[in-house]
């Protein structure tokens, strides 16, 4: 543990700001110069096996893992879906960056570029964001990626005074429906409640609008987001249904708009009709015009918000329901310990930072289970990646790609990275650790900012989900499941 820690901390924390001095330290130039070892394989077949690798033989974790094994490098060439070969022109040539050290590289930037590499070298038409291109496809570099950012973060920071609220009064409404489906069925499978109660809270808090105010986006909005989201990402998922069904008809397009015009319309009108407070900051504080504002607030709302916890969230209730070590008993007495007994007694940002354990259990959760796996970024310029053993000359324009659930388990930082531990951020060495913790697009210690292209909601995202697990524990004494049900809770006494 000591040696693991001392070589982490070796390792120079990274920034998410524009910042070049963590590399290379003396120690680090002493590291050989190696070619980046891997190919691209055969025009199209190259690509094709890669593809199928990726998706059918062995799956993302196998794919990176058995490559890494192969070049003995966590650096390396390969291709990553999606190969459209007949239908576009996008290019699947990557290099992976798969550990701690490498992947850090991505939140340089002055050595990187974000221009429409959300999930690689596709992006999808922007016909979804109704002809803009929005925030999270713009690099710094945009004077636009200035303004629709702040406008992100001042969203947050005005929504914060609902947000407790918001989310404790839809928390109510989710585990009510849990315990009638208990009552009834012996188990509830809480995923559509989950996703109702996500969509109302943030529709409330980010957006100003309280859904009820129209019933077909208070019974839909949430299916209508997530139709939305999935036309848009199909191509990059591997979804698991029968081979090569998957292939043929779900990976060799991308899949046109107007399959949602109808929801999206729907939902632009819910803004647009409803949201004027804030789409009158978006225009009057952030140069925005009135439908850049509307456009960016879906796609915040939508993918960004609706899309990170729908993900994330399964995980984590799933992780501790599913939980038999005691863990259920330790969160439980420090929840209540720091804010009292009885549901909502005491419980708030500032009681909910005091919990340390609940803390370092998001974390872990995000760890091993990091919401957005892949991460892309383009070389601005020609420059020298380091990885832990070697340095790699990357030329301008290429495209670098991470897996974060490898790189979270990367064996030079994290002491037994395989293992799920409740207790790892905590205290002064644990919280080092937060250096290396990379969910947000940069590091649980660094500040998302107009500079960078790290998660607004950084501190929300972790933030809100402990106030879930809080919330959880004043509820109930125990609760049994996994990240798709519920088979039992014990009300608190
Ligand atoms: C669990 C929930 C969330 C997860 C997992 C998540 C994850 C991420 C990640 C990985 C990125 C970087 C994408 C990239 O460029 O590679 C990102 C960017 C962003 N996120 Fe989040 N996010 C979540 C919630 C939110 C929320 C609630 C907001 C609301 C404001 C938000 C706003 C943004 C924005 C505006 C960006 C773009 C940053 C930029 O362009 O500089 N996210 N998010």
């Known amino acids: 543990m000591l040696l693991r820690t001392m070589a982490a901390a070796s390792i120079p924390p990274p920034s998410s700001t524009t910042q070049t001095t963590q590399r290379p330290s003396p120690s680090l130039s002493q590291l050989p110069i190696r070619t980046i070892p891997g190919s691209y394989g055969l025009p199209l077949l190259g690509p094709l096996s890669d593809r199928l690798d990726y998706f059918w033989f062995q799956g993302p974790e196998k794919f990176f893992k058995t490559r890494v094994e192969k070049y003995k490098s966590t650096v390396f060439r390969t291709n990553i879906p999606p190969t459209f070969p007949f239908f576009s022109s996008v290019n699947p040539n990557i290099v992976a960056v798969l550990d701690v050290k490498s ?42 990626h200035g303004k629709t950012k702040s406008f992100s973060m001042e969203l947050l920071k005005r929504s914060s005074k609902v947000w407790l609220k918001e989310l404790l009064t839809n928390l109510d409404t989710l585990w009510e429906k849990v315990e009638s489906d208990i009552s009834k069925n012996d188990a509830s499978s809480y995923i559509i409640p989950l996703q109702r109660c996500i969509f109302n809270f943030l529709s409330a808090s980010l957006t100003g609008v309280n859904t009820s105010v129209s019933s077909d986006i208070a019974e839909n909005g949430w299916k209508m987001f997530n139709r939305w989201l999935a036309i848009q990402i199909i191509p990059t998922a591997k979804i698991g249904i029968f081979q090569p069904f998957e292939e043929i008809f779900l990976h060799s397009w991308a899949y046109p708009f107007f399959l949602v015009a109808g ?25 925005l015009t009135r439908d850049e504002t509307i456009h960016n607030l879906l796609f915040i709302l939508g993918f960004n918000a609706y899309g990170g916890f729908s993900v994330f969230l399964p995980s984590l209730i799933g992780r501790i329901a599913g939980d038999e070590s005691g863990l259920q008993e330790r969160l439980r007495s420090e929840v209540r310990k720091v804010c009292g ?39 601005r310029k020609d420059f020298k990646i380091t990885s832990h053993d070697a340095v790699f000359e990357v030329k301008k324009g290429e495209l670098l790609c991470g897996y974060q659930p490898m790189v979270m388990r990367d064996a030079n930082v994290f002491d037994d990275p395989e293992e799920f531990k409740p207790d790892r951020y905590i205290g002064q060495t644990g919280s080092k650790l937060l250096n ?21 909601a950084k501190d929300m995202v972790t933030l809100t989900a402990c106030l879930i697990i809080a919330d959880l524990f004043l509820r109930y004494d125990s609760v049994t499941g996994d990240s798709g049900s519920i088979k039992a809770v014990v009300k608190a006494k």
């Open 263 to 287: 929801d999206y319309k729907k939902l632009y009108n819910f803004i647009n009709d409803n949201a004027g407070e804030v789409l009158r900051l978006g225009e009057d504080e952030f140069g």
């Open 436 to 456: 290396y913790l990379f969910w947000s697009n940069g590091p649980q210690t660094g500040t998302p900012s107009t500079a960078n292209k790290q998660c607004a």
């Open 341 to 379: 007994s009885g549901s909502g007694s005491g419980l708030n940002f500032k009681t909910v930072n005091e919990m340390e354990l609940v803390k370092s259990v998001v974390y872990e959760t995000l760890r091993l289970s990091p919401p957005v796996p892949l991460q892309f970024a383009r070389a």
């Open 103 to 144: 992947f850090s590289h991505l939140f340089d930037m002055e050595l990187v570029d974000k221009k429409d590499v959300l999930i690689g070298d596709f992006r999808p038409s922007l016909e979804f964001y109704g002809g803009v291109r929005v925030g999270v496809y713009l690099d710094t570099t945009d004077p636009k």
